[in-house]
């Protein structure tokens, strides 16, 4: 009859699921479903997002819990107090979202009492205050809970140093300081203000940092705990007053001339018995971390990363010329050849050196008009050779410069915090024109010298060949002979 069992019975038609009125009821249903769902996945995840910078969900509270037993670095391990989400036993630090049984306060303090450490004592005394607390700190911002805690007063701690103190922690004297400070208040750069727009900082508090980083091993964060800012604020302080002090280098850093050539060779005369010398030249390592890229051309002899500083000294241990940052495989001869000052000496060499000075060099150097280095001993010197090489020991005043440069800012010992390349070399630069407004204001502080190594450097493959060029050399050394 072709008429449906269900249409017999009833008189109407079946809906089935290919029917669209069905469809369009079930697709109703559904999203109805699906919206009373969502807008209770997103009430519940409202509840436990921590509102604030770097929007997270909230550590969700689990406890309590108490201390079983205590664990290096910091680390407690602690079981599970009655019943309730979370694992039976695990292990946390101080900041876990974990609460700690109050209970165990008492543990706590028996930790501290039976602790012979000062600084241990203050972190029992710290745990077991924040045991103490109510779940309820759990929900303090993370800001609040990572801050570390700052110096408000450092500055005013150091003005009330005395002097030996002073010196031992600036490397410097206080009068030297004070006038670095005179002058960078003159300066146009020490306007620094925060970014969160706090007060400016002041010129003395920003030279304070920058000396007592460079005297010191600190790191910047440790440098930002001292003088109570952060850390971005201590590097930009440390960089900002960098560029100043090479911006006002070349008024200590220079080439002598006229009357300040005349008494550099007098004093050389005096010292060395050699006639025309206005300095000498050598060179120094500064240890680095290993670079990102060809890494392997800064690993040096001694088997460090480093990068090469070449200083040409006068008489009296003050930098007339610097040039830093080459890699610490690099020769002593190589890098001069690579220096600013090799090309200046090329191309106007009757400026630099008048009336036919020169400055003295070690055997690393090439024999040059302007630079005479000691006779390389393969051995077979006669008394004459010898005896110029002593005299023309030039390495002993340059090492002593590096000894005191070194001895009195420590930062020299590692730079484990950079690895820009000329971020240190703005530092060493700085460090060398601080070394000699030392020299210049008769800073009489004492420091405990780094004696330099007077090893060699490893004779290049061409040598020989260059050795050929000695002609000023021996005219020196025939004059030296006539004399004694």
């Known amino acids: 009859m072709g008429i449906a069992p269900f249409k017999i019975l009833t008189g109407l038609n079946m809906r089935t699921s290919d029917s669209p009125e069905l469809l369009t009821m079930l697709d109703e249903v559904e999203v109805e479903e699906l919206n009373t769902q969502r807008e209770l996945v997103r009430q519940e995840a409202k509840e436990n997002i921590k509102f604030g910078v770097g929007l997270r969900l909230r550590p969700k509270y689990l406890g309590p819990y108490k201390i079983v037993a205590q664990l290096p670095h910091g680390r407690y391990k602690v079981g599970k107090v009655g ?17 700690v049984d109050c209970g165990d306060v008492e543990l706590l303090g028996t930790m501290c009492r039976n602790s012979n450490n000062e600084v241990v004592k203050e972190i029992f005394t710290i745990l077991a205050s924040l045991a103490a607390e109510s779940s309820s700190s759990s929900e303090d911002s993370e800001q609040e809970q ?122 050389f005369l005096q010292r060395k018995q050699i006639p025309g010398v206005i300095g000498a030249i050598n060179c120094t390592h500064i240890t680095i971390n290993a670079q990102i890229k060809d890494k392997h051309i800064y690993f040096d002899r001694k088997r460090n990363y480093s990068v090469v500083v070449q200083a040409i000294v006068d008489a009296d241990k003050k930098f007339i010329d610097i040039f830093c940052g080459e890699p610490g495989s690099y020769h002593d001869s190589r890098v001069l050849k690579r220096s600013a000052f090799y090309r200046k000496a090329k191309n106007n060499m009757e400026s630099l050196f008048p009336n036919s000075t020169f400055i003295l060099g070690d055997s690393a150097y090439p024999c040059r008009n302007y630079l005479i280095p000691v006779f390389k001993d393969y051995g077979s010197l006669t008394p004459n050779q010898i005896s110029f090489n002593k005299t023309n020991s030039s390495s002993i005043v340059v090492e002593n410069a590096f000894g005191a440069l070194k001895g009195r800012f420590r930062r020299f010992l590692k730079f484990t915090e950079h690895r820009n390349l000329c971020a240190i070399s703005n530092l060493v630069a700085s460090a060398c024109i601080m070394h000699n407004i ?3 204001t008769n800073d009489d502080t004492i420091i405990d010298p780094q004696i330099e190594s007077a090893d060699p450097e490893p004779e290049p493959a061409n040598e020989l060949a260059r050795e050929a060029s000695g002609d000023r050399r021996n005219q020196l050394l025939t004059v030296l002979t006539r004399r004694n």
Not at 226 to 244: E, P
Request: proline share 3%; charged share 25%.
């Open 146 to 267: 990572i801050e570390q805690p700052k110096c408000s007063n450092f500055v005013d701690t150091i003005d009330n140093f005395g002097d030996e103190d002073f010196k031992s922690h600036f490397r410097l004297s206080r009068t030297t300081l004070d006038y670095l400070i005179g002058r960078y208040e003159e300066s146009e750069q020490n306007r620094f203000a925060t970014k969160s727009g706090k007060a400016k900082i002041p010129a003395k508090t920003m030279m304070y940092m920058y000396v007592w980083y460079l005297s010191n091993t600190i790191t910047y964060r440790q440098l930002a705990v001292l003088f109570g800012v952060t850390k971005s604020t201590a590097w930009a302080i440390v960089r900002r007053v960098v560029a100043w002090v090479i911006s006002i280098g070349h008024e200590f850093v220079k080439w002598p001339t006229g009357d300040a050539l005349e008494e550099t060779t007098r004093k």
């Open 83 to 99: 019943v309730h989400e979370g694992p039976n036993k695990t292990a946390v630090t101080c900041k876990g979202c974990i609460d």
């Open 438 to 440: 030392c020299i210049i």
